[in-house]
Nanobody, 115 residues
Framework: QGELVESGGGLVQAGESLSLSCTASERIFRPSTMGWFRQAPGKKRELVATITSDGIRSYSDSVQGRFTISRDNTKNTLILQMHSLKPEDTAVYYC?????????WGQGTQVTVSS
């Protein structure tokens, strides 16, 4: 089992919602900026959203206003709530933890949005 473990992917229709979770050890989670990336077939991996250890959030333009990233430091869990999903959101979603030069990745979870 890897350092970061994602769950919650699946198949939904356009306009529906889905929530992703990522759990990590406290050693990794607490000091890290946590984030979600995604990679669609034939495309480069792209940043979706990040949240610092202090709770400062940032989003890519493509998901701003539709996705919400949050973290529960008591459970060492990262959440991505996705609303108004579009077919172009279809991708493998990866959890990421970054602290200075240390970077960790999850194994990825598939999100498929049908039109």
């Amino acid at each position: 089992q890897g350092e970061l473990v994602e769950s919650g992917g699946g198949l939904v229709q356009a306009g529906e919602s889905l929530s992703l979770s990522c759990t990590a050890s406290e050693r990794i989670f607490r000091p890290s900026t946590m984030g979600w990336f995604r990679q669609a077939p034939g495309k480069k991996r792209e940043l979706v959203a990040t949240i610092t250890s202090d709770g400062i959030r940032s989003y890519s333009d493509s998901v701003q206003g539709r996705f919400t990233i949050s973290r529960d430091n008591t459970k060492n869990t990262l959440i991505l709530q996705m609303h108004s999903l579009k077919p172009e959101d279809t991708a493998v979603y990866y959890c990421n933890a970054r602290e200075h030069f240390l970077v960790y990745w999850g194994q990825g979870t598939q999100v498929t949005v049908s039109s």
